[in-house]
């Protein structure tokens, strides 16, 4: 079953303008931890932000913001002021609480590219 | 940059041949996991290595094998090289057994087979 969708394959955005990257997840663990991260073309996964399943504020991380809505089970990451630097695919992941034989491994995403136009 | 790096940045090999990839995980970073991502798709975990011993695997044949060494950096070998093993190979460090901490992932390395 997919544990993370990305349901946006791409996004066209002016710069400056805010852009919301849609992430649902699904899983019957109450213990997990939602990530963002950001693969410009060389193909390094830049992370940008973290989300605990526990916790109360939603989480922050400069121009990154993370929009947590836990009954809809949704994490969507909020890009403010977008920049040309921001083109890149986005992916969200979700490592679960519980142990996969031993290992906490990241489930992600299909992601969603990115394209800031000037 | 995370200071995760990776070796070597791209390899060419052809069906049925032997490749090890290498990965140098962040200072302070006990932990290393190996994701396999093909074109077009998210990273898919391969395994993880905790103070040298395998903590993980997901769901990949055992022609898939690591090793991780005293000073926490890791080799991940590929058997009988398949078509569909080509691939950009992503290493990721954190800290401790249960990954709790945020993985930081290096540079990649892309395989191609031929």
């Known amino acids: 079953a997919q544990k993370i969708t990305q349901t946006q394959p791409g996004m066209f955005v002016q710069e400056k303008e805010a852009v919301t990257l849609d992430c649902t997840y699904d899983t019957s663990d109450p213990s997990y931890g939602l990530f963002w991260y950001k693969q410009p073309s060389s193909g390094e996964m830049i992370f940008l932000i973290y989300q605990g399943s526990y916790d109360q504020q939603n989480a922050t991380e400069g121009r990154y913001s993370l929009n947590f809505q836990k009954a809809r089970k949704s994490a969507n990451l909020v890009i403010s002021a977008s920049q040309l630097g921001d083109s890149a695919m986005y992916f969200c992941a979700m490592r679960e609480g519980r142990l996969i034989q031993g290992a906490q491994k990241l489930v992600f995403g299909q992601g969603t590219r990115l394209t800031i136009n000037p | 940059e995370t200071g995760v790096t990776q070796s070597p940045t791209h390899l060419i090999k052809t069906r049925g041949q032997q490749v090890t990839l290498r990965c140098s995980s962040q200072?302070?970073?006990?932990?290393v996991s190996w994701y396999q991502q093909a074109l077009g798709q998210g990273p898919q975990f391969i395994f993880q290595?905790?103070?040298?011993?395998?903590?993980g695997r997901g769901n990949f044949p055992p022609r898939f094998s690591g090793l991780q060494f005293p000073n926490y950096s890791s080799e991940l070998n590929v058997n009988a090289l398949e078509l569909d093993d080509s691939a950009l190979y992503l290493c990721?460090?954190?800290?401790?057994?249960?990954?709790?901490?945020?993985?930081?992932f290096g540079p990649g390395t892309r395989l191609t087979v031929l």
């Open positions: 200072s302070g970073h006990n932990t």
């Open positions: 990721a460090s954190s800290w401790g057994k249960d990954g709790t901490d945020t993985q930081y």
């Open positions: 290595y905790y103070r040298e011993e395998e903590n």
